[in-house]
């Protein structure tokens, strides 16, 4: 018998979505990292390693020194959130374990597989921009001071 077994989105990806929509709203400057810990409430040393990831991912770009930090790479139309969630787990969430010969637990993981398929079109559908346009209804402006 084959369990049941889901895992959907790390907490890696989850840190990842917050700090590039915190980047996405932070767009006319480099953001530094401990800045950027505050506003996304990821732990600082966790977040430097997950930039790095979407800096390799060609998502973010960097600067080292005084006045460092990190910007999107493009523009927040322009990037998925599933690009984002592949860029630091990729294969490795949304996995559900293979079928069971129990028909109750395999009809289980075959809606826990359609959810899965759901979250994926969602996730690859949705741009940073269009989580930023959901604010308020009235856009990036509304957000561009998180800082304060």
């Given at each position: 018998?084959?369990?049941?077994?889901?895992?959907?989105?790390?907490?890696?990806?989850?840190?990842?979505?917050?700090?590039?929509?915190?980047?996405?709203?932070?767009?006319?400057?480099?953001?530094?990292?401990?800045?950027?810990?505050?506003?996304?409430?990821?732990?600082?040393n966790?977040?430097?390693k997950?930039?790095?990831?979407?800096?390799?991912?060609?998502?973010?770009t960097?600067?080292?020194?005084?006045?460092?930090?990190?910007?999107?790479?493009r523009?927040?139309?322009?990037?998925?959130?599933?690009?984002?969630?592949n860029?630091?787990?990729?294969?490795?969430?949304?996995?559900?374990?293979?079928?069971?010969?129990?028909?109750?637990?395999?009809?289980?993981?075959?809606?826990?597989?359609?959810?899965?398929?759901?979250?994926?079109?969602?996730?690859?559908?949705?741009?940073?921009?269009?989580?930023?346009?959901?604010?308020?209804?009235?856009?990036p402006?509304?957000?561009?001071?998180?800082?304060?």
């Amino acid at each position: 018998m084959g369990n049941v077994e889901v895992e959907m989105l790390t907490q890696t990806s989850e840190y990842a979505l917050r700090a590039m929509v915190c980047l996405a709203c932070q767009r006319d400057r480099l953001s530094p990292t401990p800045e950027l810990a505050r506003l996304a409430d990821v732990p600082q040393n966790y977040l430097a390693k997950v930039l790095q990831m979407l800096a390799s991912a060609d998502l973010v770009t960097g600067r080292r020194g005084v006045g460092g930090g990190y910007r999107l790479s493009r523009e927040p139309a322009d990037i998925k959130l599933l690009e984002i969630v592949n860029a630091v787990d990729s294969g490795r969430w949304l996995r559900v374990a293979a079928p069971s010969e129990n028909p109750a637990l395999a009809s289980l993981q075959e809606t826990l597989q359609e959810a899965s398929n759901a979250i994926r079109r969602v996730l690859g559908q949705t741009t940073l921009g269009d989580v930023l346009d959901r604010v308020d209804g009235s856009g990036p402006a509304v957000v561009h001071n998180m800082a304060s």
